[in-house]
Nanobody
Framework: QVQLIESGGGLVQAGGSLELSCAAS????????MGWFRQAPGKEREFVAS????????DYADSVKDRFTISKNNGKNTVYLQMNSLKPEDTAVYYC????????????WGQGTQVTVSS
């Protein structure tokens, strides 16, 4: 099992930036990739971005492409989400998740960190 702890959320004005971090521990050697998801009030959880530990291949939701950047530090078992040009519609609880294999499934989730973007 991989344990995940997110940090870096907060309140920011529209157009501002925030960087989220996700520190992984436990069976990190079994992790294939990491992803970021978000859930706004009254909405379903949605995919934001993902990155593979090996090779750093990334994937983004269309809604955040060109504004958000996912990156990793293998030595620290940490994944980051740099969020620029934030919009009020980016307001949500952001979760990181572990993807254990090539299958598009995530099996461990962090507790979430709140991001609030004011207009």
């Amino acid at each position: 099992q991989v344990q995940l702890i997110e940090s870096g959320g907060g309140l920011v004005q529209a157009g501002g930036s925030l960087e989220l971090s996700c520190a992984a521990s436990g069976r990190t050697f079994s992790s294939y990739a990491m992803g970021w998801f978000r859930q706004a009030p009254g909405k379903e959880r949605e995919f934001v971005a993902s990155i593979r530990w090996s090779g750093g291949i990334t994937d983004y939701a269309d809604s955040v492409k060109d504004r958000f950047t996912i990156s990793k530090n293998n030595g620290k078992n940490t994944v980051y989400l740099q969020m620029n040009s934030l919009k009020p519609e980016d307001t949500a609880v952001y979760y990181c998740a572990n993807r254990p294999s090539v299958l598009p499934e995530f099996d461990s989730w962090g507790q979430g960190t709140q991001v609030t973007v004011s207009s």
